[in-house]
């Protein structure tokens, strides 16, 4: 077995045949061989995944890999079995064949090592924990780390159950890794896993390859023409997101009529033709995907030279991962977005849903008729007799508002009147919807801005961006009414052009914490000459202007 004394660019040569690692890499990968814990945010294609293969092989051992897709696992699983020099690559989960899975245990209680990868809600399966417990493993890694955080735009519920998942397995190192985390959602990350004195590796968020515009429509009728139109233009290779699983099929027809390499995709297909469309489109049989949100996560395909969306996504965080699909390669590539206003109105509907209050009753009388033991969460499914997801979220929301407590994978009751418990997750839940309706506005924002949309979008992350980027339609049109030739343009400094110049001099610097006389705690996540955004921890992303906070005293440093 190698031993750990190689340095991680030799392992990784050796390993994968990278021939230099990108800036990040060494550093994670050094401290994960040292023991430490790591949350790594890196752009799609930075190559977060030589952040667990490496250490994989030359730890030993079995490294357990959490992975909210099956499409996703098993690409991982075939790029490992396709290198020589990396242990095996299982994917146990429900189309796992019997055999197979005699033959993995087998194989992984003999002591070879190997990668086993499974998914968070599999974690609350108590008998797999001890199994797995019982097993060498040399690391946990959390793929899409960004999923298990209540700011996170994926947020799944099952991966808040994962911190206790890898107590369980007596916390060896973990690796956790997303393309997209701001300050709010990192800290959580760290928190819901219980990462130990962790290395949080962070490469910007920006894709200065990727050109940003925006084109707006008043009557559908011209917005789908213009997505036609668009893609049709733009030519290559493509993907087109839509609002609706009818519209995946509908736009997907016309571009076949134009003569376009066109597929759709959407949850609702059969899991065999949505696998045979993932396949075809990695494997450059199809050009352009027509698809809803679910197809994306995982794709590998750096030739992709354009992403259009028909419709606004809900939040930015999403529109952000979707378009960095684009541009994997380096070379430039568009993101397009065809937008009207009235779009926004199926998010907002979404957003609005509220709590199964008989239901979040039932599921509080189950576990406080669950005896001192508590419940696993398999058994609370079970005895519930509701969704599997809709049964884990009530879970989460009683926890955050103090009704229950979950450890060991076990579910208990505590201490608290039935009504204050509901009353208390009800609220927790109310939180939830006002985030996702503030996100819903910030995408608003995104499409109608008349500043630079990239520091928009990366001022939204955490991120600033100094300079307007000069390379977005707002940019260009800046430059255009100027006169200058200049494809970056200096700032202005008025306001309009979103000078963000004030950097960590500002009264309110990026990721300072702050409190707001009326929406309480919150974190600053950009600042610009006349504003600031904040995310606020019960009312969301809030843009304020500097001159009201400042006149009105509005906000304050919090200490901690």
């Known amino acids: 077995m190698p031993t750990t004394d190689e340095r991680p660019d030799e392992a990784a040569r050796r390993l994968l045949g990278l021939e230099r690692l990108r800036p990040g890499q060494a550093e994670a990968l050094e401290a994960t061989l040292e023991g430490r814990d790591v949350l790594a945010v890196m752009p799609t294609g930075?190559?977060?995944?030589?952040?667990?293969?490496?250490?994989?092989?030359?730890?030993?051992?079995?490294?357990?890999?959490?992975?909210?897709?099956?499409?996703?696992?098993?690409?991982?699983?075939r790029f490992i079995g396709s290198t020589p020099a990396l242990p095996r690559a299982w994917t146990l989960n429900s189309r796992t064949a019997a055999a197979t899975v005699r033959k993995m245990w087998s194989a992984l209680e003999a002591g070879e090592p190997g990668f086993v990868f499974v998914t968070a809600e599999q974690l609350a399966d108590e008998d797999l924990v001890t199994r797995l417990g019982r097993l060498e493993l040399s690391q946990v890694v959390v793929d899409e780390a960004h999923c298990i955080s209540a700011w996170g735009h994926d947020f799944r519920p099952d991966y808040l159950r994962l911190g206790g998942a890898v107590e369980?397995?007596?916390?060896?190192?973990?690796?956790?890794?997303?393309?997209?985390a701001s300050k709010p959602v990192r800290d959580e990350v760290v928190d819901r896993l219980g990462l130990r004195d962790p290395l949080v590796v962070v490469r910007g968020f920006d894709r200065p390859n990727l050109h940003l515009s925006v084109h707006r429509d008043v009557a559908d009728a011209d917005k789908r023409r213009h997505v036609v139109e668009t893609v049709r233009e733009l030519g290559g290779t493509g993907l087109v997101y839509v609002a609706t699983r009818r519209d995946t099929t509908r736009y997907a027809d016309e571009l076949a009529g134009l003569g376009v390499n066109v597929a759709a995709y959407h949850g609702g297909m059969r899991s065999a033709d949505r696998a045979r469309t993932h396949e075809r489109f990695t494997a450059k049989e199809v050009d352009v995907v027509v698809a809803t949100s679910a197809f994306g996560m995982g794709i590998d395909r750096p030739d992709v030279r354009f992403v259009v969306h028909a419709s606004a996504p809900s939040d930015p965080d999403s529109y952000y991962q979707e378009i960095g699909r684009?541009?994997?390669?380096?070379?430039?590539?568009?993101?397009?977005?065809?937008?009207?206003?009235?779009?926004?109105?199926l998010h907002r509907f979404h957003s609005a849903a509220t709590v199964d209050e008989q239901l979040l009753r039932r599921v509080l009388r189950v576990i406080r008729g669950g005896g001192g033991e508590g419940l696993t969460m398999t058994e609370l499914r079970r005895a519930v007799d509701g969704p599997a997801r809709t049964v884990t979220r009530l879970v989460n929301l009683l926890e955050l508002g103090g009704a229950v407590g979950v450890r060991r994978s076990r579910v208990r009751a505590v201490a608290q009147d039935d009504p204050t418990a509901v009353a208390a997750a009800v609220d927790a839940a109310e939180v939830r919807m006002r985030v996702e309706r503030t996100r819903l506005e910030m995408?608003?924002?995104?499409?109608?801005?008349?500043?630079c949309r990239r520091q928009f979008l990366l001022g939204?992350?955490?991120?600033?961006?100094?300079h307007p980027c000069g390379h977005c339609d707002r940019c260009e049109e800046a430059a255009a009414q100027a006169g200058v030739g200049d494809s970056h343009p200096e700032p202005r400094g008025d306001g309009t052009s979103a000078d963000r110049s004030a950097g960590d001099s500002a009264p309110f610097p990026v990721n300072s914490r702050v409190t707001h006389t009326e929406w309480g705690d919150g974190v600053v996540l950009s600042t610009e000459e006349d504003r600031l955004t904040v995310l606020f921890e019960r009312e969301g992303y809030r843009v304020l202007s500097t001159e009201a906070v400042q006149e009105e005293s509005l906000l304050a440093r919090s200490r901690s």
Request: hydrophobic content about 40%; charged content about 20%.
């Open 168 to 180: 369980r397995l007596g916390h060896p190192r973990v690796v956790a890794l997303t393309a997209t």
């Open 460 to 466: 939204y992350l955490g991120e600033q961006l100094e």
């Open 46 to 77: 930075h190559g977060k995944s030589a952040l667990y293969q490496v250490p994989g092989a030359v730890l030993g051992g079995v490294s357990l890999v959490v992975s909210p897709l099956l499409a996703l696992q098993r690409d991982q699983a």
């Open 443 to 451: 995408m608003r924002g995104y499409a109608e801005t008349s500043g």
């Open 326 to 345: 684009a541009g994997r390669d380096g070379e430039p590539a568009q993101a397009v977005l065809l937008y009207r206003p009235e779009d926004l109105g």
